[in-house]
């Protein structure tokens, strides 16, 4: 069984940085594409941000330049550093794992296991 546990959310003034993190165990780390989604208060969960098995990456315009999705395979951690924070970015963030190993999309849909969420929240 596939966990995934979320961490490093909190509140943060506009323009500030934090660094998430989700450590997962269940099946081999290296071997699955992994990604982070964010839902707001009344709107539907976004794709943010995501990597490949292999490091290729993938960022929603709206983070591009501002946040950097890496991963250790030997930590079995996916990370999300985030930059020049912003009131938009306020969310609940989610880490996710691909349904397939050796596939990489960055389609919601792809994605089968999921965290419990961090809480981010900005101030302006």
């Known amino acids: 069984q596939v966990q995934l546990v979320e961490s490093g959310g909190g509140l943060v003034q506009a323009g500030g940085s934090l660094r998430l993190s989700c450590a997962a165990t269940?099946?081999?780390?290296?071997?699955?594409?992994m990604g982070w989604f964010r839902q707001a208060p009344r709107k539907e969960r976004e794709f943010v941000a995501t990597?490949?098995?292999?490091?290729?990456?993938n960022y929603a315009d709206s983070v591009k330049g501002r946040f950097t999705i890496s991963r250790d395979n030997a930590e079995n951690t996916v990370y999300l550093q985030m930059h020049s924070l912003k009131p938009d970015d306020t969310a609940v963030y989610y880490c996710?794992?691909?349904?397939?190993?050796?596939?990489?999309?960055?389609?919601?849909?792809?994605?089968?296991?999921w965290g419990q969420g961090t809480q981010v929240t900005v101030s302006s």
């Open positions: 996710a794992q691909q349904k397939r190993p050796y596939y990489y999309t960055s389609a919601l849909y792809d994605y089968d296991y």
């Open positions: 990597i490949s098995w292999s490091g290729r990456t």
């Open positions: 269940g099946r081999t780390f290296s071997s699955y594409a």
